[in-house]
């Protein structure tokens, strides 16, 4: 069995070689909908859990335009801010609902989607990025505590080897996951919150 020092280091380089997609790297032409399936395949494979998983497929680009999330294509091309906003909804959809999505997006996508005066999405998106390397950071530098925290956990309790070691593993994940259940929920409240505000309600 690894040992938990060897899982963090693994993490630690998966991090490490963690990159976002920057706006130079999307092409300054429309793209037919396998052209942006390849490229954000091409460009997301670090993030995949598996070799075989796929970043985005039609199907799924076909489901977040049905759910409000992306505006529809022109005559089946999608432009540059189609895909920043699809690279959003990658690194949400597996912490929100659609629902919640839709709602996060309605003011992005209405103001800064194409706008006829006001800020472009490609310089939201910049500004967000920006924040990568120091986000990624605080992110090492909070697991590492978590990781010597749970070194710390079942001492004088008679017990030695694997067993310690996976019930040290256990106490990492479970601090780990505590904290992003309690992010989870704060996000979610806050999106609430958004749902409160006259001028962010849903037009019916």
């Known amino acids: 069995m690894k040992t938990n020092e060897e899982r963090l280091q693994k993490i630690i380089e998966h991090l490490d070689g963690l990159r976002y997609i920057t706006p130079e790297t999307i092409p300054n032409i429309d793209l037919y909908m396998d052209q ?57 959809k597996n912490l929100l609902s659609f629902n919640d999505i839709e709602q996060l997006f309605r003011p992005i996508t209405d103001k800064h989607f194409n706008p006829a005066d006001g800020m472009p999405l490609e310089e939201v998106y910049k500004e967000i990025f920006s924040q990568e390397e120091a986000d990624l ?17 079942y001492e004088d309790r008679g017990i030695e080897g694997e067993d310690l070691e996976y019930l040290r593993l256990f106490s990492w994940i479970c601090e780990l996951s505590f904290d992003v259940y309690v992010k989870k929920q704060v996000i979610e409240q806050l999106i609430d919150d958004l749902r409160e505000e006259p001028s962010l309600k849903k037009k019916k």
Request: aromatic content about 12%.
């Open 36 to 92: 942006v399936t390849t490229f954000m395949d091409k460009h997301l494979s670090d993030t995949k859990r598996y070799p075989d998983d796929k970043v985005l497929t039609k199907t799924m680009i076909n489901n977040y335009a049905k759910n409000n999330l992306l505006p529809a294509p022109s005559k089946k091309k999608y432009t540059k801010e189609h895909i920043l906003l699809l690279i959003f909804i990658y690194y949400f």
């Open 137 to 153: 950071e605080r992110i090492k530098s909070d697991i590492l505590e978590k990781y010597q925290h749970s070194c710390k956990t």
